[in-house]
């Protein structure tokens, strides 16, 4: 009897650790399963990438004109504002050049008003030269006519005195008549002669007037050609004035180009160039990249792009910060692998083909706090999506 009674509080012991190892078994299982489902729920409703970086505008500043640098305002990682003068080239070639493009428009111009002002004292004078040769023509034929007409009256008057001249010399011969008769004779068949020369000469002088004032009248026919000509040419130098003041413009141009300013915010980068050097139009003399405006570029793999939407929530660490987060949204994803836009995109169809996950570059917008340190391009991140 009292081995049966000291026994039975031992097996009752055993029963209960193992009951309550049986607890603790079942409550471990439950807290294993609860804590997967929530490791697995919490980790299924995200996605993410350490093929991640930060990207960022930077502009390259290149020289507008050639020449000889003549300062260099700013230094390598300096913080410059937009319009900060960044390096100044020597301006006197383009002086000098501004200065003679300013003559030739100053000359344009004086030609212009020169040849616009000739405009109505051309076309008067080429209406009353019309007019004027009109009434000279008709003047030299009235002159013909008339010397005509002379003419015919001084051979009537030649051919009678050559006929008295012809009686008075038989009457001569005979004495029938003095002799002061037959010089009178001879004499008026002398000036009657003359008389009809002069004539002669005077119709052919006016032959010659009528030949002059017809030349004249035809020249002047030709004043509406002559006006379109002086039109032309006034068209010619308004054209003069607007390629002259062209490069009057060109050259204020040029000299303004001597400086070279910031277009944007930014850190002056890569600088190139020093006091003295000379330089070509184009070449590039250092670059600025704004801090201001930073984004990352997170290569997702192909398998990740499932869930993945434009304007999901992000959660971005940056290696170079302890990995700091900075919260962003999925702006935009790439139409096309990275991998074509290399420099030798595959060609899986040559025959030596092997399948390799490919990744697809998605930009992320930063939501930036001021009091936050600052991005730059290039460093590493390891964005996280939320896909829930």
Known sequence: MSDTTEDQPAANGRGFNRSRMALVGVLALVIAVVGGAFV????????????????????PIASRVGGTIAKVLVRE?????????????DPRDYEIALSKAQADLAEAEANARGAHSNLPVAS????????????????????????????????????????????????????EIARRDYDAAVASAAAT?????????????????????????????TAPQQIEMANAKADSTDAKIAQARSALRKA??????????????????????????????????LSLVSLDDVWVVANFKESQLAKLRVGQRVEIEVDAYGGKSWPGKVESISAATGSRFSLLPPENATGNFVKVVQRIPVKISIEKNQEEPRLRPGMSAVPTVFVR
């Open 40 to 59: 697995w729920r919490h980790l299924s409703g995200r996605i993410s990438t350490d093929d991640a970086q930060v990207e960022g505008d930077s502009s």
């Open 77 to 89: 990682n300096d913080n410059v504002k937009a319009g900060t003068l960044l390096v100044a080239i």
């Open 124 to 175: 008067a004078s080429s209406s009353s030269k019309l007019s004027m040769t009109a009434s000279q023509l008709a003047g030299a034929q009235a002159r013909l006519a008339s010397a005509k007409a002379k003419l015919e009256e001084a051979k009537a008057n030649s051919v009678r005195a050559t006929q008295d001249l012809e009686r008075t010399q038989t009457l001569i011969a005979k004495d």
């Open 193 to 221: 002669k003359a008389s009809k020369d002069a004539a002669e000469a005077a119709v052919n002088e006016a032959e010659r007037g009528i030949d002059a004032a017809r030349a004249a009248l035809a020249d002047a026919r």
């Open 252 to 285: 204020e141009l040029d000299l303004e180009y001597c400086s070279v300013k910031a277009p944007v915010d930014g850190v002056v980068t890569r600088k190139s160039i020093e006091p003295g050097q000379v330089i070509a139009a184009g070449q590039p003399l």
